[in-house]
């Protein structure tokens, strides 16, 4: 099952690196509102790591209500398809061996979707 998910994951990143464009961001505009730098924690409870900050909240003048609601669903499939599944082994204490399992070998980035 491990196998499956992980194609899942890797195919789901793949199709979400493709659909990405650039975006012209436009000079901001000043809505009364700054930018607060806060821990990752605060923003995603879920992620215990207090020692990261980020932004408090995205600027009005560069949310996407589609990326928001594709990162929505990549968040609830994870959920279902979680990323961790006991009985694995461990993470090779080798990080090029590590990354290496971690991610999509280059020859695999163009599979017939």
Known sequence: ??????????RLAILKFRANRSVTIPVPRD?????????????????PVPN?????????DEASALKHTVY???????RGLS?????LPSIDADPNKALEEAYTKP?????PM
């Open 52 to 60: 990261i900050r980020a932004a408090d909240h995205v600027p009005a």
């Open 107 to 111: 020859s695999c980035l163009n599979p």
């Open 72 to 78: 929505d669903a990549q968040v609830a499939l994870y």
């Open 31 to 47: 809505d009364g509102r700054r930018l607060g730098v806060v821990s990752l924690a605060s923003q995603f409870p879920g992620i």
């Open 1 to 10: 099952m491990w196998s499956a998910r992980k194609l899942f994951r890797n």
């Open 83 to 87: 990323p961790m599944e006991p009985g």
